[in-house]
């Protein structure tokens, strides 16, 4: 990553207007002179294909490095819509796990397996101690405390997403529902999002997600922001507090170069993400 900021030096943002003249360009270009393809996987394994999708959101955008202290909230977050956009299209089995790794300021790393469908036990690593995270089956969610089986009602939280909208005014009405039984406030609002920006989402939704945040009103952009290790990020915030002073201020990170997400800041940097089979593995 540090070689590719220094070999992009800095540069202007386009405007969103020029990224959508630009694409439909592009895009009637490759259609006049390329005959449809049709993607084949084959028997690529999810691991693998985890690991290449990993490596391809790594290295594929080359947006350029550290936007100016003018970038508005709007372009960066239109900006990592595109880049979202070019990102491989994987959609995981519900009985496989999004596996994710965070990294703290003191160098510490988390673990978590999410269940794809929210009915398989997950497992955590969090701070060296192992947990178990039981799933919602049947709308009854049964763990183990402290040597006693405790069941209770629940309903299944997905780690992957797949029926989400894929356009951005969709995905605002969606954001507005009451998807887990929470109100219609700011606060209510920050918290979905940040919960689906986590989890996996195929890359049309996961663009349409940034473009609805887009149009929040109230939202900030921080071009000297810090991640959780001090590396210098793209932070986009709003104020979430409630009229009773319930909630926060909600934040999106992003790579300045590659403009991937990398987590709220509450838990650490995203150094890691992708699809496995089952608990303990890693893509």
Known sequence: MQLLRDFAGPANLPAHDDLARQRAELLAA???????????WGSVTAAGLAAAATAVIALAPTAPPAPPAAAGPQEILYRAAAAARALPDAEPRPDQFLYTRTRLA??????????????????EILFGHETEIAGCRDGKRVRKDHGRTVTSRCEPRPAAHPDLPTDADAMLAYLHRSTYGEGDTRHDLGR??????????????R???????????GLVARTDAKDATGRAV??????????????????????????????DGTTGVVVGQGIVDEVRQRP
């Open 192 to 205: 979905e999002v940040v919960d689906l920006a986590g989890g996996y989402l195929r890359p049309a939704a």
């Open 106 to 123: 003191d160098g510490r790393e988390n673990e978590f397996w999410a269940s794809a469908d929210g009915t398989r036990d997950g497992f």
């Open 234 to 263: 793209l932070g986009i915030t709003w104020d979430s507090t409630t009229e009773h002073g319930i909630g926060n201020q909600d934040e999106f990170l992003f790579d300045p170069v590659t403009f991937a997400y990398l987590g």
């Open 30 to 40: 490759t259609t006049a002179r390329r005959p449809a393809r049709r993607w084949v």
């Open 207 to 217: 663009a349409a997600l940034y473009e609805a945040v887009a149009k929040v009103p």
